[in-house]
């Protein structure tokens, strides 16, 4: 008996290792049928402007702004690929609680594609990672996502730089 998924939840902040996630999510929610719903989610982390001494509501809106142009290009890219049940939303919090613990019971949430950290060891160490935290907190299965669509390790930052300047000689 196969493993059918209803809602995924995916979390894009604009990196690389989310757009993966994205990708590999859209195959996913194909291969369980069209009832099975892709949410995408940009959290606005809030906590990165209470040390902003003149708190500048533009500065959120703008934030919000890119985001929801963001989201929009992924819902346009998963239509493209035949995905029609999928919504998106900007939300305002702690990014690991809203990920691993508000949306999954908000949205009935049965499976998380999150993509992997880009944060080295200390770096997790002192502000901790979201996707470690996602996977040890949420109630529902989580899926890492570390490669890329043919199973090959992603590129790391560096080897994409590296690949696009090839690329363009």
């Known amino acids: 008996m196969l493993q059918r998924y209803k809602n995924i939840l995916v979390p894009i902040d ?3 290792e989310a757009e993966l996630a994205f990708k590999k999510a859209i195959d996913v929610a194909k291969r369980n049928g069209d009832d099975t719903a892709i949410h995408l989610v940009h959290v606005v982390d809030t906590r990165a402007f209470q040390n902003i001494s003149s708190f500048d509501t ?18 346009t890219e998963a239509k493209k690929n035949g995905i029609n049940n999928i919504d998106s939303s900007v939300e305002y919090g702690a990014p690991k609680v809203v990920i ?8 009935s949430i049965d ?15 002192l502000i901790g990672s979201v996707t470690e935290y996602v ?6 299965d989580v ?14 930052k560096k080897q994409r730089k590296h690949e696009n300047k090839d690329s363009q000689l």
């Open 135 to 140: 996977t040890r907190i949420a109630e529902c």
């Open 143 to 156: 899926l890492v996502v570390r490669t890329d669509l043919d199973n090959k390790p992603a590129l790391s």
């Open 111 to 125: 499976l998380i594609m999150i993509g992997a950290t880009g944060l080295n060891a200390v770096e997790r160490l």
């Open 58 to 75: 533009a500065m959120v809106e703008q934030v919000t702004e890119t985001a929801k142009d963001t989201l929009n290009g992924y819902i």
């Open 14 to 16: 604009g990196s690389y």
């Open 100 to 107: 691993a613990k508000d949306l999954p019971k908000e949205k």
